[in-house]
């Protein structure tokens, strides 16, 4: 199901090549090392040179790609800025090697770079430590987990490096970028401080992961934020693009640029309720967000789904909770049971 209207087709960035999808934009694809194989980047014409919008894994496969792009799309034009939306790997994570590269100017949010760095570093509770055992307390058996997913540090694989200095977005900021502005529309759920960027002049919404054409965005609660509400957050926070032209062009990190965007956000509030709904009926006795999986997730889920499915999980059994729906009792082993109140 999906209301979005995919406005080229099929038709996708081929590896090293680019789609001019308005006039000075283009839409370039980078690979993924996941079941989600893709991300999407922007390249906006910028005067003499480039405004990149985010930036690929840290891998060398990105980089040779880009290596392409600077001699091909780019024109072997400068880059000036490089932006990126929010702190997760495929969004951030070379970031640092296309600064270094190219001298250009890092733009993020303050939650997003200082998140990105806490993660990079294992600290503020990014750690393993902090995340094992908060799936445990929701009821996850986590000794089956391979010594690596223990231990060690995940996002490193995808992020080597991030800039230690930033010039910082904050919403509602007008960047200009080129000919144009850019307005910076800060949304949350997904990540602390995500930036999406809307384009007046060109009718144009950089959307981010906020809004996916078909796909929906990973909302979760994690170990550093252990009462969190985060599904509200994203939900009351995609009503920020409500005010946007309903014909606007969204430019997605993942699947194909579309229209449709407010018929998209009512699809995504619609499918949120419904699982909530769901949900509210597996509490009619005390379950953990870990027996509640097969009631939101029909698939089998490999370990690194698993985790995003857990943290999923207990976003939607905490939108109920600070809702007042179901009750949350805690077992002497820290055991987290939720109950329809
Ligand atoms: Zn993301």
Known sequence: MTAAEYVFGETIPAPGAS???????????MPLPFALDHI????????????LVDTGFGVQATWDLWDRHFAGSLKGRPVNNVVVTHYHPDHLGSAAWLVKRTGAAFWMTTGEFLSGH????????????????????????????????????????????????????????RIAIGAHHWQ??????????????????????????????RITTNVGVWGNQPESNPLALFLDSIGRFLPLPADALVLPSHDRVFRGLHGRIAELRAHHEERLGRLLAACASPVTAHEVLPVLFKRALDDHQLMFAMGEAIA???????????VRDVAPDGIRRFRAA
């Not at 789609?19 to 694809?29: F, H, T």
């Not at 999407?40 to 405004?51: M, S, V």
């Not at 996850?140 to 060690?152: A, I, V």
């Not at 080597?160 to 509602?172: A, C, F, H, N, Q």
């Open 316 to 326: 939607h059994l905490h939108y109920l909770w600070h809702r007042g729906a179901v």
């Open 40 to 51: 999407n980047l922007w390249a906006i014409e910028d005067g003499e040179g480039w405004t």
């Open 118 to 173: 806490a993660a990079h570093d294992d600290t503020a509770g990014f750690d393993r430590t902090t995340g094992i055992e908060f799936f445990r307390i929701n009821g996850l058996d986590t000794s089956r987990f391979p010594e690596r997913m223990r231990t060690g540090n995940g996002y490193r694989r995808g992020v080597p490096e991030i800039p230690t200095s930033y010039r910082r977005m904050l919403d509602g900021d």
């Open 19 to 29: 789609i001019e999808v308005a006039p000075g934009i283009l839409w370039l694809r």
């Open 184 to 213: 910076v529309i800060t949304v949350f759920g997904h990540a602390p401080e995500h930036a999406a960027l809307y384009c007046a002049d060109l009718n144009i919404l950089i959307s981010g992961d906020q809004v996916l054409p």
